[in-house]
């Protein structure tokens, strides 16, 4: 199902929003240093024309997920350069770094992705409603050919109908010796 622009910005726009903002909380968070305005806006217009490129049609979940590890990577790479004091990138700290970078990466991956499958789902109904209901309101009230009806024929007569209740099935057939 390919989109048009605006639903195609939504899911550009979504997808840089939530990369960066995870990145930005989690560097934050394990470096302890503000990241500049500047570098978010920019590491946001970097993601974002990114994501435009491949918002063309419905990606499925490994796509999402790999396009997310590799934002991730990148934001990273961004906001440890865009810092005042870089963080020290030997023992803990960047192992507990890197673990918050992919831990973001997967969640906000499958969170993401099934977001993407649920709005799709929900454009796939939407549409499927609306084209219905264009078609009964463009139909004509009337088919052009009226088929006749021919009166139904019952082949067993009424007292053959009405004795049924009847009909004893029980015993061995008729006509077969029994020795």
Known sequence: MRQYWGFRAARAAMFAATCVLLAALGHVLMSGMPIPG????????????????????????????????????????????????????????????????????????????????AAFTVLRSVATRLLVSLRLIASPGFTPHQPRIRPHHSPRPLQLFLLVHAIISRGPPRGVPVS
């Open 38 to 117: 500047w570098a978010l806006v920019l590491a946001f217009g970097v993601v974002g024309t990114a994501a435009w490129f491949v918002t063309d049609c419905e990606r499925g979940i490994p796509f999402v997920v790999v396009s997310t590890v590799m934002a991730q990577a990148m934001l990273h790479t961004v906001f440890s350069t865009a810092q005042a004091h870089p963080h020290d990138m030997a023992g803990t700290s960047s192992y507990g770094m890197l673990g918050v970078h992919l831990l973001a990466a997967l969640l906000s991956g499958l969170w993401l992705a099934h977001g993407e499958r």
